[in-house]
Each structure stands twice: as C-alpha cells, then as structure tokens.
C-alpha cells in the first residue's frame, strides 16, 4: 500500500474503523472519477476541502457531498466570518495530503471539521484514503464521530 494510504488505514484504526482502504486501478482523484471507479452515486462520494478563515488565517475541513457546491459566503455567514478555499500549496503544506488524495483524517494537524448534511442520507460514503486512487468505505454516523464534525448545510 502507498505509505500515505498506510497512514490513513492506521489513522482509521486507531479510532475505532474496522473497514479497509481500498486502492483502485483506476483514478478517484475527482468525485467524478470516485464515483466512476468505486461503481456508487456522485453524491456518496466525500469531497474533503480545506477553507482559510478570513479572520485568523486558520483552516477548516468541509467534508461535502460529491453532488454539492459549497456556497461559500453561507457557510461563511454560518461560522460569522469570511471563507475562501486554500490553494493546492496550503492543502499540502496543512494536512500533508496532495490534492486529490486529501483524507477526512490524519492530518499534520488537528482541522475543525464540518459535514454536509446531505452526505447523512446515504448508508455508506467513500472518503479518499490519501492518494488519487484511495478510498474509503464508512457511515456517515462513522464519519461524523471519526472527525468530531459538526454537520451543516453547505450548498
Ligand atoms: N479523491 C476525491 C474524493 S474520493 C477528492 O479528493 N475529491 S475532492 O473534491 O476532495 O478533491 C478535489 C478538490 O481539490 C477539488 O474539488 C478542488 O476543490 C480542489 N482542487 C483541485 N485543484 C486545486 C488547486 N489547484 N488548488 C486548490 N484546490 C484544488
């Protein structure tokens, strides 16, 4: 297994998760491409985007259904502050994840995390696994306690 996908599984493990990441032959860099590769509904599939406060310059994770935008002066309005999505340089630099890859755990540091209430509706969703061809299978209630996330509407 890729070293970065090695990390996730353990990551994964070591709070609770008895699944397994799963490596495709094919890409699931985009939710598109997840969808296509792993045979599931665009929806189902978790989009992990790091946003930059306007305030304090810290992040946050939004963890948002392959189906929705994130409409970001709402989600903005919800925390009472200003959001704007991190380049591809600051999500490297902040979970340690290339684009594409970025898992909703084991980052290099802790992100305050937030779900996309529409990701509640599905029995399973598949999260990446910290490469463009890694995944995840966990329940929505899973992903929710893994990440400590506070669930919100998005789109
Ligand atoms: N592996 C899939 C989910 S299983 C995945 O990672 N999807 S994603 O949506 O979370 O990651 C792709 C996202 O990366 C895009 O939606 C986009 O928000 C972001 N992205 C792509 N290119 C860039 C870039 N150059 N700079 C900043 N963000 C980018």
Same mark, same amino acid.
């Given at each position: 297994m890729h070293p970065l996908a090695e990390k996730v599984q353990i990551t994964l493990n070591a709070l609770g998760y008895f699944g397994q990441v799963q490596e495709l032959p094919t890409s699931t860099r985009t939710a598109t491409e997840a969808a296509q590769s792993i045979g599931?509904?665009? !929806?189902q599939i978790v989009k992990s985007l790091v946003f930059i406060l306007s305030r304090d310059q810290t992040p946050i994770l939004l963890l948002v259904s392959g189906r929705n935008r994130v409409d970001e002066s709402k989600v903005g309005d919800l925390l009472k502050d200003k959001i704007r999505k991190a380049t591809a340089q600051e999500v490297g630099q902040i979970t340690g994840f290339p684009i594409g890859g970025v898992p909703p755990v084991g980052h290099r540091q802790p992100i305050p995390t937030y779900m996309d209430e529409d990701l509640l509706q599905f029995d399973v969703v598949w999260a990446a696994a !910290?490469?463009?061809?890694s995944v995840f299978p966990v329940s929505p209630f899973h992903l929710k306690e893994f990440t400590k996330a506070w669930i919100i509407p998005v789109k």
């Open positions: 599931c509904e665009v !929806g !910290g490469t463009p061809n």
